[in-house]
């Protein structure tokens, strides 16, 4: 059963995403908006971010670079609001074609039947109303975000089939249904906006000028764009915990102010399921308005 319309103090909102850092750019404003508005969060990182970069070596080794990017999400959630924090521990496939998609513990070698079913257990605790993952592309397409897509809409599917992981109801869990499951994306406009900033600032683009119209989401099939514009600083500042990953001399680092913020002030998603949501569609799309009318939130 689904409600129309739901008090954000009730809801229970869900991100499941591959490695600590993929929340802030993408939802990092979204979630300081719901936790300032009294919603449960829970964030699901699949992997520790093994294989990352490693901006300053002075941060991590290879070998403690996992440890150090859970320690790094931990402040970034804390900085933003959200509470309830856990992670799956699989290891970081790494970018396509490298020998780390095969070591064993990678996520993209785990049993999908098991990270689902880990999804499931969390979704029939948390019963969330709003499912939120990765698009199925992966956004730049690392394998560790195109696993989780399918692995999350899987698991959104089955939650509420009593026939699904029965082991965990005859434990305390009841079957859950959640109502609305986004896929966080980037629409086509948004790269080509990018592009133009980084040339009128005379930053070479990390993409060539062709090749920009076919990155992100065709703009028709973005369903849902929030203005986080009030939540900027705790996005930037979440963003900004995530050390190991802040590369200083990296082109967007080099972008004049105002234009990285017009680059994070908006959110972008596209509804995935169920197909006759009706009035819940823009569910997310509702919060900004609403926000805007209550000012005095950080
Ligand atoms: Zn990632």
Known sequence: MRRSAHAL???SV??????????????GGVLALLAGRGARLTLVCATN???????????????????????????AMAVTGVHDLRFLNYRDSGMAGTDDNRHANALMQAPPDEVIGRLVDVMRETRPQVV????????????????????????????????AYPEQLARDSQTWHPGLLYYVCFPR????????????????????????????????????????EPYLATKIASLNCHRTQ???????????????????????????????AGADADLLGRLAPAAARQPGLP
């Open 14 to 27: 869900l991100l499941a995403v591959a490695h600590p850092d993929d929340e802030g750019f993408g939802t």
């Open 49 to 75: 971010g093994d294989v990352g970069e490693i901006s300053d070596p002075a941060l991590a080794t290879p070998d403690t670079l996992g440890q150090v990017r859970q320690a790094e999400l931990r402040r």
């Open 132 to 163: 939120i993952t990765h698009d199925p592309t992966g956004g730049y397409g690392h394998p560790d975000h195109v696993v989780m897509c399918r692995h999350v809409t899987a698991a959104f599917r089955l939650a509420a089939d009593a026939a």
């Open 9 to 11: 103090e009730d809801m």
């Open 189 to 228: 406009s948004f790269f080509r906006r990018m592009w133009q900033y980084l040339r009128e600032a005379g930053i070479r683009p990390p993409f060539a000028s062709d090749e920009v119209d076919t990155l992100g989401t065709p703009d028709d099939e973005v369903t849902t764009v929030v203005d986080v």
């Open 246 to 276: 802040i590369d200083p001399q990296g082109p967007f680092h080099k972008l004049p102010t105002h234009r990285l913020h017009d680059m994070m002030r908006n959110e972008y998603f596209t509804l995935a399921l169920p197909d006759d």
